[in-house]
Structure formats: structure tokens, C-alpha cells
């Protein structure tokens, strides 16, 4: 399913590309139904890479929790972001079957009106036969719903 999300930042691009890899703020943020497990990044200078790993705490829905069996629902996120460029890419998956329940979407960070613009243009897939395009429905709203407080609680870090 494709999803789109927008979000505006007062600070320039270099701050809020600093401010989304920083290991320090994802331990801070505070995601619904989400715990996080680990959090790592790296730079070779031009690029910045985050990598998060997820619990999710949350309820899952009968159809989800058969499809899981007894595993945990851990979801592994990789954000990678060209520092002079501003565009990037993000990608998750569930860790116990990436092939099942993944997605990709690019990331643009832009100078807008003396601040900054996030696009994140992408796909979710839930492979599963018959179930597959309900449940991306099911869980669109829900990661729109944490990329907003997560764009939400950078913006007011950076002002602070």
C-alpha cells in the first residue's frame, strides 16, 4: 500500500538530518505501541545511516497474531540520509519474516521558507495471500501516525 507524509521543520536541513540520526533522541521518543530495542548509526561523513530495532507492545488484531504464531513482532528500520543532498532512504521489516511484512520509502529533506520539509513517499507489503492488502490498511495509519510524533518531537527538540 502506498502511504505519503509530509512534515515541516524550523530548523535547516543540517539540523534536522542531525536531529533524525541522532541515537539520543530515538531513546527519548516515546512511539505508541512501540518499544525500542536498539538503536545504532554511523557516518562516513556524506552519508548518515540509523538503524532501529522495535518491539511492537500494542495490541495486534486476531488475523496478525495467527499469522505471528508465538513470535514477537520486532521491526527492524534503516534510515539512510545523504547529508549534502538531503534525500534518502528508509526501509523496515518484521524480523521474523521480512518477506512477509516489509517496506521502502524515500526520504527528501528540503530548505523551505527558512526551515525545512520532510517527504516520505512509499510501500508497505503485507505478502500473505487473500489477507495481505486488509492488514496494510490496518497498519498505513499507524506508521503515519508515528512518523507525525516523531517529526512532532524533533521539531520541538530543535527549538528547544
Same mark, same amino acid.
Given at each position: 500500500m502506498h502511504f505519503t507524509a509530509e512534515h515541516r521543520f524550523?530548523? &535547516? =536541513?543540517?539540523a534536522v538530518i542531525a536531529g533524525l540520526t541522532d541515537p539520543?533522541?530515538?531513546?527519548?521518543?516515546?512511539? @505508541?505501541d512501540m518499544k525500542l530495542l536498539d538503536v545504532d548509526a554511523e557516518s562516513d561523513g556524506a552519508?548518515?545511516? &540509523?538503524r532501529l530495532r522495535y518491539d511492537f507492545v $500494542?495490541? +495486534?488484531?486476531?488475523?496478525?497474531?495467527?499469522l505471528l504464531g508465538n513470535r514477537r +513482532?520486532?521491526?527492524?528500520?534503516? +534510515?539512510?540520509? %545523504?547529508? $549534502?543532498?538531503g534525500a534518502g532512504r528508509l526501509t523496515f521489516e518484521?524480523?521474523? !519474516? @521480512?518477506?512477509? &511484512?516489509?517496506g521502502q520509502? %524515500? =526520504?527528501?529533506?528540503?530548505?523551505? !521558507? $527558512?526551515?525545512?520539509?520532510?517527504?516520505v513517499d512509499g510501500d508497505l507489503v503485507v505478502a500473505?495471500? =487473500?489477507?495481505?492488502?486488509?492488514?496494510?490498511?490496518?497498519i498505513v495509519p499507524g506508521l503515519l501516525r508515528r512518523l507525525d510524533i516523531e517529526a512532532d518531537a524533533l521539531d520541538r527538540r530543535i527549538r528547544t
Open positions: 524550523a530548523a &535547516l =536541513v543540517d539520543a533522541f530515538h531513546r527519548d521518543l516515546q512511539l @505508541p552519508e548518515t545511516v &540509523l $500494542g495490541h +495486534l488484531d486476531p488475523l496478525a497474531r495467527r +513482532l520486532t521491526w527492524a528500520q534503516e +534510515l539512510r540520509l %545523504d547529508r $549534502g543532498s518484521a524480523e521474523a !519474516d @521480512p518477506s512477509r &511484512l516489509h520509502a %524515500d =526520504v527528501t529533506l528540503k530548505p523551505d !521558507d $527558512g526551515g525545512t520539509r520532510r517527504t500473505v495471500p =487473500v489477507v495481505g492488502a486488509s492488514a496494510e490498511r490496518r
